[in-house]
C-alpha cells in the first residue's frame, strides 16, 4: 500500500503563496505522475496541476495557470505545489494524487481523478479577503 501524506495548507490573505507537500511512502514503485486536485464546499472535486514522473510536462488548470507551479523531488518522493497570488475562490481542501506509470510514460501526465490510484488526505488551504 501506498500513503501520500500532504502538508503546508493553511490561512493566507488573498495576494499571499502558500506551498504544498506530498510525501510518499510505503510500498514503492518506480514511476509516478503526481497531480493536485481540490474540492470547494459544495462543488465537485477539480483538476488544478499535474506533473510527468520526469519532471519536464506540467499541465495546469486555467484557474490556477500563472500563479500556481507544480514541481517534484523524485529522490525525496515528493511532489509540490507552490500557489500564489492566492484569491478566496482558490479556498478547497487539496489533495495530492499518484498514478503509476510504466517505463516508457515518464513524460505522461493526467489531468482526470479517475486517473489516479492513490490519494492523499487532504490539507485545507482558506484564502481571506
Known amino acids: 500500500q501506498v500513503q501520500l501524506v500532504e502538508s503546508g495548507g493553511g490561512l493566507v490573505q488573498a495576494g499571499g503563496s502558500l506551498r504544498l507537500s506530498c510525501a510518499a511512502s510505503?510500498?514503492?514503485?518506480?514511476?509516478?505522475?503526481g497531480g493536485w486536485f481540490r474540492q470547494a464546499p459544495g462543488k465537485k472535486r477539480e483538476f488544478a496541476a499535474a506533473?510527468?514522473?520526469?519532471?519536464?510536462?506540467?499541465y495546469y488548470a486555467d484557474s490556477v495557470k500563472g500563479r500556481f507551479t507544480i514541481a517534484r523531488d523524485n529522490a525525496k518522493n515528493t511532489v509540490f505545489l507552490q500557489m500564489n497570488s492566492l484569491k478566496p475562490e482558490d479556498t478547497a481542501v487539496y489533495y495530492c494524487?499518484?498514478?503509476?506509470?510504466?517505463?516508457?510514460?515518464?513524460?505522461?501526465?493526467?489531468?482526470?481523478?479517475?486517473?489516479?490510484?492513490?490519494w492523499g488526505q487532504g490539507t485545507q488551504v482558506t484564502v481571506s479577503s
Open positions: 494524487a499518484a498514478a503509476p506509470v510504466a517505463q516508457y510514460g515518464g513524460s505522461l501526465y493526467y489531468t482526470g481523478s479517475y486517473q489516479y490510484d492513490y
Open positions: 510505503g510500498r514503492t514503485f518506480s514511476r509516478y505522475a
Open positions: 506533473i510527468s514522473w520526469s519532471g519536464d510536462n506540467t
